[in-house]
Structures are given as structure tokens and as C-alpha cells.
């Protein structure tokens, strides 16, 4: 899952000439919590683009977050699979960090000693194809 600047379609970072910290620091970010773990990995990642100061909402509601990207200009730095119902409909744009971010590992725990069930078997392979879907569509 990597770390990537959302807006939404049309904001005027995106006629930026180059999309750095300083045309970062133009706008507000919305941002998960550094409550949250990916808070915290976003925290260290604005940390190191000088933007530690910047003005931003901060929320554990993806509703939230995802209203504050689609009605205004806040820019969000997050994972964009956090956001990838907006990105596949077009609501959504992103952008690379200006820096390089370490990879964010995601996948799914379960017991060894215990076999799936035909429902999670079934959800796992569903799984498998949405994300061979988002990679073919270079979301992931």
C-alpha cells in the first residue's frame, strides 16, 4: 500500500509544474490520526518533508476524510487504497511523495493450524482478484 498525495479531480495542485513540499504547504491536509499506525508513518513522512507545522484536520473517520478531499482543497498523504472507490470512479487523483516512502506491508493473518472455511475461501480468492484488478489499473 503506498503512501501517496489524494485530492480530488481538479484541484489546483495537480496544475502544479512540480508536486514538492512547497506546493504541499499551499494547502490543508486531512489526515487519519497519529493515534492510528498509518497516522504515525504519515507523521514521520511529513517529518521529513519539513511540513510537520502544516495546518491539518486529523480524523479516524475515512468519511470524514474522504468529504473533507471531495468538497474543498485539502490535499490528504495516505495510503491510496485507504481511497480506491474514488480513485477507480474518477473522483479522485493522486500523486507520488516527493520523497521516497518505505513500503507498507498488508495482507491477511489467519490461523495456520485451522483450514478456511468455503466462505473465507471464497473471500480470499474475491480478495486476490480485486487486487490483481488494482494492479493492472496501477492503484497498488
Not at 491536509?29 to 493515534?35: A, E, N, S
Not at 475515512?62 to 495516505?78: N, T
Not at 482478484?129 to 489499473?137: C, K, M, T
Amino acid at each position: 500500500e503506498p503512501m501517496s498525495i489524494l485530492a480530488r479531480v481538479g484541484h489546483p495542485i495537480f496544475d502544479a509544474p512540480r508536486i514538492d513540499a512547497a506546493a504541499l504547504a499551499a494547502y490543508d491536509f486531512v489526515l487519519p490520526t497519529i493515534t492510528q499506525r498509518v497516522g504515525q508513518e504519515i507523521e514521520r513522512l511529513l517529518a521529513q518533508l519539513g511540513l510537520e507545522a502544516a495546518t491539518a484536520f486529523r480524523s479516524s473517520s475515512y468519511g470524514f476524510i474522504r468529504e473533507m478531499l471531495l468538497g474543498g482543497d485539502c490535499v490528504a498523504i495516505m495510503p491510496r487504497l485507504m481511497m480506491v472507490g474514488d480513485l477507480l470512479r474518477g473522483a479522485l487523483r493522486l500523486a507520488p511523495l516527493p520523497i521516497e516512502a518505505a513500503e507498507r506491508p498488508a495482507g491477511l493473518i489467519r490461523r495456520r493450524d485451522a483450514p478456511l472455511s468455503a466462505p473465507a475461501a471464497q473471500f480470499v480468492e474475491t480478495l486476490r482478484a480485486y487486487v490483481g484488478e488494482l494492479a493492472a489499473r496501477g492503484l497498488t
